[in-house]
């Protein structure tokens, strides 16, 4: 079975400071890995994906994710940071069959002036 | 872009009602999901569907139904509904090879 593990609830930066959102996940099998981000009082957007390939995954609004699977990780990065970035991110994974995703309980990012 | 729609933004139910949620994608997608969403515990899966008339259970599907009659729409029920069916709902359909792509949700209150 897949389950996925964001360990920081809650992470606060300063605006234009870097961040790094962690998302550690635990599979038998080969998995797909996402990233969205939920704005408020919204649904979730893709940000980014990896299916296979170069292990650095750029997405959109200037975000980037590294699949390392020694470290069964895919951290969300990004070089700095914009108020409108403040959104709660949601890593999943799923295997190839592509008819089950297992989200992580998110991360919300708080962007501060 | 695909375009999933969830009918309502926000809804007020009582207790013991019966209550449907509906969800519409335009992308003539196979696979179909209803989530809900609770603070700290992420997305559960309730239900999915992968054709039409077919469905199976999620993670937690205890007190809810779905219906699946044509491919475009796939509707989540709650028998009877308790305050504890009190959460966000999110519908996501998903195409071949491709990620799930969400609607914005519905806001569902029990009283």
């Known amino acids: 079975a897949q389950s996925v593990t964001q360990l920081d609830s809650q992470v606060p930066v300063f605006e234009e400071a870097p961040v790094e959102l962690r998302c550690n996940y635990s599979s038998s099998v080969s998995v797909y890995l996402f990233w969205y981000v939920q704005y408020p009082n919204q649904g979730l957007q893709l940000l980014l994906k990896?299916?296979?390939?170069?292990?650095l995954v750029k997405g959109i609004n200037g975000f980037e994710a590294e699949f390392n699977k020694s470290q069964t990780s895919f951290h969300l990065r990004k070089p700095s940071v914009h108020i409108s970035d403040t959104a709660e991110y949601f890593c999943?994974?799923?295997?190839?069959?592509?008819?089950?995703?297992?989200f992580g309980s998110g991360t919300k990012l708080n962007v501060k002036p | 872009d695909v375009k999933v729609t969830q009918s309502s933004r926000y809804l007020v139910k009582r207790t013991g009602e019966k209550v449907f949620l509906e969800c519409v994608q335009d992308m003539d997608h196979e696979n179909m999901f209803w989530y809900r969403q609770d603070p700290g515990l992420g997305l559960r899966l309730i239900y999915f569907s992968y054709d039409v008339k077919m469905k199976e259970k999620g993670d937690i599907p205890e007190g809810y139904s779905v219906s699946r009659e044509k491919k475009e729409r796939f509707s989540l029920i709650l028998e009877s509904a308790s305050t504890n069916q009190t959460s966000m709902y999110l519908c996501a359909s998903e195409g071949v090879n491709q990620p799930q792509h969400f609607g914005d949700g519905t806001r569902l209150s029990i009283l």
């Open positions: 990896y299916l296979s390939g170069s292990t």
């Open positions: 999943a994974v799923t295997p190839g069959s592509f008819n089950k995703f297992y």
